[in-house]
């Protein structure tokens, strides 16, 4: 009997022993139980969470049990943070993409009108969980640079690091840190806004010094990006009044088009646009 004829799927199901909730839970007959635990983000489930409900699939009397994590996070970062098994039960994990990818080839298969309207409107659905930004995004996340020296550097700046090798990083959310990378990415230094790069590719780390040994050392998920060529201001782009270590999304065209006196009116001008076409 084919296992997928019976498959059960059931949401925030709750168990007296362990009192909570899972987020999914799949099962066919004897033949397996899955338990899904689902972050938006890039965190991953945490070790004492899926410890929580192994119980049930230890008492589950079933041919394949698994605890699987899901989040924005890619497969081989989330891998290294989670254990490989839990009292014998494995454990793996899923990206968003991985299951939007899932959703794409279903569709893709599917010859039932029905069956690809609602795959259409999940693969919709799942856009905004992934870790990939749309490339034709009109929007710049836009940072400041110091131009202090790197802490393992005696001639090396942060300017350096994108300026001279291309590079940036930051931490992959908290304190206001995007959790999926920006499409294009802008600089501020020396008191004017300097340049916008499209980001051609990348990379997830814990310990950025690991990449660069000239980098600080870090110990939670970087985003690593290396840069394209530079796009910079038709004129001049002052600051005008704002904080030094602000953080802003700016749209791309008013911070290289030559429309905007300053950097702040950019800002402005963004936000009135937002306003008027409800996004604000």
């Not at 069956?115 to 992934?130: I, K, M, S």
């Not at 929007?139 to 202090?148: G, K, N, P, T």
Request: hydrophobic share 40%.
């Amino acid at each position: 009997m084919d296992p997928l004829a019976n498959v059960v799927l059931s949401s925030q199901t709750f168990g007296l022993a362990d009192r909570g909730f899972t987020d999914l839970e799949v099962i066919s007959g004897t033949a397996f139980h899955l338990i899904f635990e689902a972050k938006r983000d890039w965190q991953v489930a945490s070790r004492e969470q899926l410890a929580r409900y192994a119980p049930r699939l230890a008492n589950a009397n079933v041919q394949h049990k698994r605890l699987i994590s899901i989040s924005a996070a890619r497969r081989n970062w989330a891998i290294r943070h989670l254990p490989a098994d839990l009292d014998g039960i494995p454990v793996d994990h899923l990206s968003w993409s991985d299951i939007r990818a899932m959703v794409k080839r279903a569709h893709a298969a599917s010859r039932s009108q029905t069956e690809r309207l609602w795959l259409h409107q999940l693969n919709l659905h799942l856009a905004e969980y992934g870790m990939t930004s749309n490339a034709f995004d009109s929007l710049a996340y836009v940072v400041s640079l110091s131009r202090d020296l790197l802490p393992n550097s005696s001639d090396m700046t942060w300017i350096d690091v994108v300026a001279k090798q291309g590079r940036y990083f930051h931490p992959v959310g908290g304190n206001g840190w995007p959790t999926i990378p920006p499409a294009y990415i802008g600089f501020r230094y020396l008191s004017e806004f300097r340049s916008v790069h499209f980001i051609e590719h990348v990379e997830t780390v814990d310990n950025v010094q690991e990449v660069n040994p000239t980098w600080p050392v870090t110990n939670t998920p970087n985003f690593i990006y290396t840069l394209g060529p530079a796009m910079r201001p038709a004129t001049r782009l002052p600051l005008g009044s704002i904080y030094y270590n602000a953080r802003h999304w700016v749209a791309l065209d008013l911070l290289i088009s030559g429309k905007a006196a300053s950097y702040v009116e950019a800002i402005t001008l963004t936000k009135e646009r937002q306003a008027q076409r409800g996004d604000a």
